[in-house]
Every structure is written in structure tokens, then in C-alpha cells.
């Protein structure tokens, strides 16, 4: 039996973060970002309901067009149905990304996703195009953003996990309560397109600087020092004389060969 350090046993990444210090309270503000996380992307998937009266209202028009629908009434549905089925069956996609490359960088991913599914829907004409923005791309960006803002917390508690855990996913509901009444308000004041692209903004924003607090301990690099490296690498860019930031910091895993 060798007398080596515990450290240098398992893989290489998790001995570097076993050296690793967090500053104090960093697991109280992961839980709050990930709530706000919770609440600005799957909290606007439960205010869909507004947009959906709203749809029916729009495209009631064109009825003829639409009159295939038959039993299952207004084609608005399947936008709904869509983003549905992205956030909630599909969220392996989620819970392999946050493994993969951590809960922040997904989560970040995530809010990209949602912001343009949502800009792009203020441009949309037909449903089928709906679909496609407000559907898929936003149901992708929820899918994102739901299980790794969900599970990242737990990392951070042993005693009291379950509240940690309790109050992220207050952020569903929260965020429904406040996003319906919000919505409502922006339809009445800029219109189907301008409150699209209002949401978009907040929800880029929101999820953006949400991700910067969501990291795990069992993962190494947080949204934010992926942000300050992806600075570092442009320097180098203009200065070819610099070494490269990723090993000068520490996440080489491959340089103590």
C-alpha cells in the first residue's frame, strides 16, 4: 500500500478541485441563482397560457387555413405541447450537458436558446413557425436550463439539502405567478412582437447572469471563469508571446504527465 496523498487517487480533474476553496455562503447564492434560473425560464413555460388566448385570438382568422385542426381545436396547442415535451422528456439532454460541462455553462446555453426562440417568434407569421422558435428553441433552452439549475445546489448541502433543494424549485412557481401578469401587461402595451422581444431581452439577461452564481463541486469550471478565460485567450490572440492561459490557471489536467 503506497503512502501518497488521497488526492492522487481517481481521476485527474477531481484532484485538482479536491485543492480547491469556495469563498463562504457560496452555496446559499447558488441557490439563489439557481431559483432565478427556475423562475425566469421554466417559470415563463408555465405563463403560456397567456400566449396561447392570445394565438387563438390571432389566428382565428383563418380558420380556413386552419381547418384541419378538427377535435383538437385551435393548432396553437402543438406550440405548447412542444415546449412541454423539450423541457420535461427530453431532460436527459439537460442533466448529460450539466455533467458535461457543468450546471453554469448549460444554464447559459440555456438562456441563449430561449432568448432567440423568443426573439425569432416576434417574427413569426404562421404557426408552423411558432413551432419551430417558440416551440423547439425555447422548449430547448428550458431543457437546459431546468435540470442543471435544479440539481446544482445539492452539492453544496449535506444537512440541510432537502430546503436547498425545496426553495430552487420555488422558482417554478414564482416565476409563473410573476411572468402571467407581466405578460399580460406587455401584450396590452407593445403587442404580440414587442412583448416577445421584451421577454427575450429579460430572459437573456435574467438566465445570463443567473448561470454566473450556478456551479457544482463536482465539477470544475463555473460559467464565470469560462467568461474570464475566453478573455484571457483573446489577449493571447494579440499577444502571441503569451503562454496559454489554460494551463497558467490550472485546468490543464494533461500537464503534470
Not at 393548432?75 to 442533466?95: D, E, K, R, S, T
Not at 432567440?116 to 407569421?125: D, E, K, P, Q, V
Not at 464565470?224 to 494579440?238: A, H, P, Y
Request: glycine letters at 14%; proline letters at 5%.
Amino acid at each position: 500500500m503506497g503512502g501518497g496523498p488521497v488526492a492522487s487517487i481517481g481521476p485527474k480533474r477531481f484532484r485538482r478541485q479536491s485543492l480547491r476553496t469556495y469563498p463562504r455562503g457560496m452555496g446559499i447564492m447558488v441557490v439563489f441563482s439557481s431559483f432565478v434560473a427556475l423562475a425566469m425560464g421554466p417559470g415563463l413555460l408555465n405563463a403560456y397560457g397567456v400566449y396561447e388566448e392570445e394565438y387563438d385570438r390571432l389566428f382565428d382568422s383563418k380558420d380556413e387555413s386552419h381547418a384541419w385542426s378538427g377535435a383538437l381545436g385551435s393548432p396553437v396547442i402543438f406550440i405548447g405541447v412542444i415546449q412541454i415535451f423539450l423541457a420535461n422528456g427530453m431532460g436527459f439532454i439537460g442533466g448529460h450537458c450539466a455533467q458535461r460541462f457543468g450546471p453554469g455553462p448549460s444554464v447559459f446555453a440555456g438562456g441563449i436558446l430561449m432568448a432567440l426562440g423568443l426573439f425569432a417568434a416576434s417574427y413569426a407569421r404562421e404557426i408552423w413557425q411558432l413551432c419551430l422558435s417558440q416551440g423547439v428553441l425555447f422548449g430547448l433552452g428550458v431543457c437546459l436550463t431546468w435540470i442543471p439549475a435544479a440539481s446544482a445546489p445539492a452539492s453544496w448541502f449535506e444537512k440541510n439539502r432537502g430546503l436547498a433543494t425545496g426553495i430552487t424549485h420555488m422558482g417554478l412557481g414564482i416565476g409563473g405567478l410573476v411572468f402571467a401578469p407581466l405578460t399580460r401587461f406587455l401584450l396590452e402595451k407593445t403587442g404580440t412582437s414587442g412583448s416577445l422581444r421584451w421577454l427575450a431581452l429579460v430572459m437573456f439577461v435574467g438566465v445570463a447572469v443567473a448561470s454566473l452564481g450556478i456551479h457544482s463541486k463536482h465539477h470544475e469550471r463555473p460559467v464565470s471563469e469560462i467568461f474570464v478565460e475566453s478573455v484571457r485567450w483573446s489577449t493571447c490572440l494579440d499577444n502571441l508571446g503569451v503562454d496559454n492561459p489554460a494551463i497558467d490557471n490550472g485546468y490543464d489536467s494533461d500537464a503534470d504527465e
